[in-house]
């Protein structure tokens, strides 16, 4: 099993994705999917049994606006990303006791890809993390440092991490650092030749894995 | 002219928002309303003739996502609304750069409404916001005291602010504070006589604008 997501920030052909999804076996969903594509894809998408969809709305809203929107796309994913600046009361608390009613997981984003991005915020972000007791959590494969951090903090936690190929972040490297799944997009759909780009990044992580011999848990 | 901006996160009809528009004259959409009502609706309630349109997308992604997502719904709306703690390199400056190109606004959440939010991070807010220099900033009418300190240090900027109404803050108290527009939802689209209330909603906050006689004045 391949430890990629594919970040479906573009709307790639059904037949292509069936294909691709040989060799992954998760997608990501943003706004952009939804407003390129529309509902009927998304939902076409979710049909192709995928081992996880995750619709990474980047939440950082009031508990009733965040809920409304999960509410509204529930029955197109599996799990929801959020920020977690944003804090518990009045928030994360309500939008959590939400997606556990609806058996839909949630991950946190604990650190982003992006060079603005400050980590001097994470101790006060662990602490939200643990009230919050999410599925998983998002930390970006820019942040080697960062992956080992909250690995170390969530020995029991899913890590998934953006930032990988176009970001800069080898194949790879974020698992061997304590991620269990590397989120990929732009290297995939912008290639002309997404299904063989798909099994070249396949093949180029195992190889990774095997050279650090850091094989991810099946965490729950 | 009234100091009130609508938050439509709720589908109401087309008259009815032709009525309250002779009462509240700015409207603000979120994820919601398009979940609920389509591009289409979106569409139609754009045509009004608002005074300003602002989009209440969240945003906190980075650069490239912002940017596909605004540009897939710049035609519907003059402004836009982003957090500020994702930071400025790879985020916040080139979506500046891309709304100030197509001459759309930008406003940065400095506070926001619900319990849960921490306000010690505003210091680092602050020095980003200073960097994106942006139309202007959110933030919650439940917190006078942060009203107070960003209209000190942003005398020029435009502050409009969320949380009256159903979350608690009484209509007219933020602009007494030193924001320019309140923004009010629930309170109108959840009555059964929104036209109404809507010009109630108006008078009242006339009234507690002459009552503390601090008249915003017409920022740009």
């Given at each position: 099993m391949s430890r990629i997501i594919l970040?479906?920030?573009s709307v790639i052909g059904l037949s292509t994705l069936t294909k691709i999804r040989e060799y992954i076996s998760r997608v990501k969903f943003s706004y952009v999917t939804l407003l390129q594509g529309g509902l009927g894809y998304l939902r076409e998408v979710y049909k192709l049994k995928w081992d996880e969809v995750?619709?990474?709305?980047k939440l950082a809203d009031i508990d009733s606006t965040m809920i409304s929107i999960?509410?509204?796309l529930r029955d197109l994913s599996d799990s929801f990303i959020s920020h977690s600046f944003i804090g518990y009361e009045g928030a994360l608390d309500s939008l959590m006791t939400y997606l556990s009613r609806e058996n839909k997981g949630l991950y946190l984003v604990l650190s982003m890809s992006h060079k603005g991005w400050n980590d001097s915020f994470y101790p006060y972000l662990k602490n939200i993390a643990e009230r919050v007791n999410p599925k998983g959590f998002v930390v970006g494969a820019t942040r080697p440092e960062m992956i080992k951090n909250v690995r170390a903090d969530f020995p029991q936690k899913i890590i998934i991490s953006p930032g990988?190929?176009?970001q800069g972040?080898?194949?790879g490297d974020a698992i061997?650092?304590?991620a269990d799944f590397e989120i990929i997009g732009r290297s995939i759909y912008s290639s002309n030749e997404p299904e063989?780009?798909?099994l070249?990044?396949?093949e180029k992580q195992e190889a990774k894995i095997n050279e650090c011999k850091k094989v991810p848990k099946d965490r729950k």
């Amino acid at each position: 099993m391949s430890r990629i997501i594919l970040a479906l920030d573009s709307v790639i052909g059904l037949s292509t994705l069936t294909k691709i999804r040989e060799y992954i076996s998760r997608v990501k969903f943003s706004y952009v999917t939804l407003l390129q594509g529309g509902l009927g894809y998304l939902r076409e998408v979710y049909k192709l049994k995928w081992d996880e969809v995750i619709f990474d709305l980047k939440l950082a809203d009031i508990d009733s606006t965040m809920i409304s929107i999960v509410s509204a796309l529930r029955d197109l994913s599996d799990s929801f990303i959020s920020h977690s600046f944003i804090g518990y009361e009045g928030a994360l608390d309500s939008l959590m006791t939400y997606l556990s009613r609806e058996n839909k997981g949630l991950y946190l984003v604990l650190s982003m890809s992006h060079k603005g991005w400050n980590d001097s915020f994470y101790p006060y972000l662990k602490n939200i993390a643990e009230r919050v007791n999410p599925k998983g959590f998002v930390v970006g494969a820019t942040r080697p440092e960062m992956i080992k951090n909250v690995r170390a903090d969530f020995p029991q936690k899913i890590i998934i991490s953006p930032g990988v190929g176009f970001q800069g972040a080898e194949i790879g490297d974020a698992i061997c650092n304590g991620a269990d799944f590397e989120i990929i997009g732009r290297s995939i759909y912008s290639s002309n030749e997404p299904e063989r780009i798909s099994l070249e990044i396949k093949e180029k992580q195992e190889a990774k894995i095997n050279e650090c011999k850091k094989v991810p848990k099946d965490r729950k």
